[in-house]
T-cell receptor, first 107, second 114 residues
Framework: RKEVEQDPGPFNVPEGATVAFNCTYS??????FFWYRQDCRKEPKLLMS???SGNEDGRFTAQLNRASQYISLLIRDSKLSDSATYLC????????FGAGTRLTVKP | GEEVAQTPKHLVRGEGQKAKLYCAPI?????VFWYQQVLKNEFKFLIS????????ETGMPKERFSAKCLPNSPCSLEIQATKLEDSAVYFC????????????FGDGTRLSIL
């Protein structure tokens, strides 16, 4: 079993839709959690850190469920520019990346 | 600098040749990380440094791969006797204080082994 698992998608949604991604992790001792986005052939860029209490940044909401060992990312009112691969990242003594979830937002 | 700077952007080598990649972390960041991404697959962690000291090298192939971060020099990742399977994008990232802080990534070096 992979240490960090994500639904690879692709998710194809219309502009304005709400879309949610989940990510599960296997190491219960994991300490920090992040969502990154990666555009085609580019470097990953931090989207947001994920805090235990959940956190929101504009149209993006991240949540952490330690008991069930998953984190989620919710994107509201999706824009064309949200099209990217979303990477779930979990750290303990090292940093583990999920394989990414591909999102395409269509007009 | 304000960004992680990786050079070169592209590197082409014949099988069996040596490849050397460079990374200058963001000024003030103590930790440097190297990752390998083959095609669009998962990121594979290779090695991390805390300043010039190896912090974690559990992802480094034991043979052919080596890395250094020396004072006042860019960090480097070197691959000896390259193989076709080494073709990938190699990303460097830095963070201010280690794993529990976000990492900032460079643009990557695309290594093509022919």
């Amino acid at each position: 079993r992979k240490e960090v698992e994500q639904d690879p998608g692709p998710f194809n949604v219309p502009e304005g839709a709400t879309v949610a991604f989940n990510c599960t992790y296997s190491n219960s001792a994991s300490q920090s959690f992040f969502w990154y986005r990666q555009d085609c052939r580019k470097e990953p860029k931090l989207l947001m850190s994920v805090y235990s209490s959940g956190n929101e940044d504009g149209r993006f909401t991240a949540q952490l469920n330690r008991a069930s060992q998953y984190i989620s990312l919710l994107i509201r009112d999706s824009k064309l520019s949200d099209s990217a691969t979303y990477l779930c990242v979990v750290t303990n003594n090292d940093m583990r990346f999920g394989a990414g979830t591909r999102l395409t937002v269509k007009p | 600098g304000e960004e992680v700077a990786q050079t070169p952007k592209h590197l082409v080598r014949g099988e069996g040749q040596k490849a050397k990649l460079y990374c200058a972390p963001i000024k003030g960041h103590s930790y440097v990380f190297w990752y390998q991404q083959v095609l669009k697959n998962e990121f594979k962690f290779l090695i991390s440094f805390q300043n010039e000291n190896v912090f974690d090298e559990t992802g480094m192939p034991k043979e052919r791969f080596s890395a250094k971060c020396l004072p006042n020099s860019p960090c480097s990742l070197e691959i000896q006797a390259t193989k076709l399977e080494d073709s990938a994008v190699y990303f460097c990232a830095s963070s201010r204080q280690g794993l529990n802080q976000p990492q900032h990534f460079g643009d990557g070096t695309r290594l093509s082994i022919l």
